[in-house]
């Protein structure tokens, strides 16, 4: 008798818990975001004297947080809609994920229940902006723009005035050599300010390995001097694709020499491929 007692009560429990659950709940709870901010939609029904309605919307990008909102509305009725949102006090650029929590509390006996809703939304980054190229001549005539007061060369620290000496050398003596050696400090620094350029990187290491080896000064034979045009010519390419001023120095004077022909006609160049592999051995 007792036992069937204490199983009517359990069930009647049951059905009761199941009843207020069922009585109290979000309905239709939207959450949308995009670049500007987020917003919550929905409505809620309940059977409490009054409402608490507690929110919780993080911002991710990737699995760092970004940003956090969080409140906490009361409400007197038992059939309402809610419409919260605020806007991002962030600058927003890429893919990120908005995840909301939602928990309804119905007073006086305080029976809570919680939602989870998540949404993601992609910001269009602004372009990059326009990143000119100096030329030797352009970084000569401009030391006041230059980004750093130093430089390293062919494993030799330089400093901005020894580079501006070396850029108003004339170059009738160790002429290929000096003009290589103008090219690679004008590619540093436009990459310094930001530029870019296919391979350039490439370009850069392998005439600096070669400045290393052979540096200003140096007596080169003829088959080491061969190697200098196919050094020079991307950097030149580099440095003049999108000039920041009408100032060149050591430009080359054809299209032939721009890709690594050397004026001098009975002199075989080495081409940027030899070149590079003959470093990587």
């Known amino acids: 008798m007792k036992k069937a007692l204490l199983m009517s009560l359990v069930l009647m429990l049951s059905i009761a818990l199941a009843g207020s659950a069922s009585a109290n709940h979000f309905d239709n709870l939207v959450l949308t975001a995009n670049c500007d901010g987020w917003s919550a939609t929905g409505g809620v029904v309940a059977g409490g004297d009054s409402i608490l309605i507690k929110y919780t919307i993080e911002l991710f990008d990737g699995t760092t947080l ?3 909102h969080t409140a906490t509305n009361l409400f007197f009725y038992s059939d309402l809609t809610f419409n919260y949102g605020e806007m991002w006090s962030s600058e927003l650029c890429g893919e990120y994920t908005v995840n909301g929590v939602f928990e309804l509390i119905v007073v006086p006996n305080f029976f809570i229940m919680q939602e989870e809703v998540t949404t993601s939304f992609i ?3 602004p372009p990059p902006p326009d990143v000119c190229t100096g030329t030797p001549g352009y ?3 401009h030391s ?3 980004p750093v007061d130093e430089l390293v060369v062919g494993g030799t620290t330089f400093s901005k005035g ?3 000496d070396i850029f108003r050398t004339p170059s009738k003596n160790d002429k290929n050599l000096i003009k290589l050696f ?3 400090v004008a590619a540093k620094l436009n990459v310094l300010m930001g530029a870019t350029y296919e391979d350039i990187d490439d370009a850069i290491a392998t005439a600096n390995d070669f400045l290393d080896m052979y540096p200003l000064g140096t007596k080169l034979d003829k088959a080491t001097r061969r190697m200098i045009d196919g050094l020079k010519a991307p950097l030149v390419m580099f440095n003049e694709s999108s000039p920041c001023g ?3 120095i050591d430009s080359y004077e054809s299209e032939n020499s721009m890709y690594g022909a050397s004026p001098d006609e009975n002199q075989k160049v080495m081409s940027w491929g030899a070149i590079k592999s003959a470093y990587k051995e």
Request: aromatic share 10%; charged share 35%.
């Open 66 to 68: 970004i940003e956090q």
């Open 123 to 125: 910001c269009d980054c």
């Open 139 to 141: 970084w000569k005539n």
């Open 144 to 146: 006041d723009v230059w």
């Open 162 to 164: 020894d580079l501006l």
């Open 182 to 184: 103008h090219h690679l």
């Open 246 to 248: 009408e100032e060149t």
